[in-house]
């Protein structure tokens, strides 16, 4: 006997594929009627982040409108708007806003694909927790894989912690053992620069 599902299933390893192919489809059937939300959701969805940038002010309104009526149009509401524009804000309602804006000052910070964002001064930065004080391929690898940095913004850096990576899966280090000092040395003076990456502000500001 074989049981099949007649509903999607939420949890499933392919999920996160289903989700982002469904809302592309949808772009593709109401593309016609939506030109400007359909280029935006191709190119501005990534898993349930939505990022878009436009070069004006009145072209980020009409875009804004478009993929809020073109989402709809499928019955999904598509909410916790926020941008670096108070005319851009105040044509979307106060329901499909972020309500962790209260004021819209430098001091709000909200995350976008792993970095933090402010959209006052509309400059990106990283939020580090700092790495565990033993030295060990466990704790350095957990350390790196918390290094989310999907625009690239600080590679060089994110390359040499995985250099290092490298080199104890070369030694053949086991998961708790202490690496040899050389790698040692080197990760200590990584950890002891790793907090300044919290100082980092990346302007997004188009030019």
């Known amino acids: 006997m074989v049981f099949e599902f007649n509903r999607v ?35 501005g969805l990534y898993m349930d982040d939505f990022v878009y940038s436009v070069d004006s002010v009145e072209e980020a309104v009409l875009t804004t409108a478009e993929v809020i009526k073109l989402m709809k149009s499928a019955q999904f509401d598509l909410v916790k708007w926020t941008s670096n524009s108070r005319t851009v804000l105040d044509t979307i309602p106060l329901s499909h806003r972020l309500s962790a804006i209260k004021e819209f000052d430098d001091s709000d910070t909200h995350k976008v694909l792993g970095l933090c964002w402010s959209p006052e001064s509309d400059v990106f930065s990283l939020k580090v927790n700092p790495p565990a004080e033993s030295c060990t391929k466990r704790t350095m690898l957990s350390c790196v894989a918390r290094l989310w940095d999907v625009k690239g ?32 040395r080197s990760w200590l003076r990584f950890r002891g620069e790793f907090p300044l990456l919290s100082e980092i502000k990346i302007n997004n500001k188009r030019r």
């Open 9 to 43: 299933c939420f949890g499933l390893k392919s999920s996160p594929f289903h989700a982002l192919r469904t809302v592309r489809q949808l772009a593709s059937d109401e593309g016609p009627f939506y030109s400007k939300a359909k280029r935006a959701i191709e190119s």
């Open 153 to 184: 913004f600080v590679a060089p850096l994110v390359l040499y912690a995985k250099l290092l990576i490298k080199q104890l899966w070369l030694c053949e280090c086991d998961w708790d053992d202490p690496p040899p000092d050389s790698i040692v």
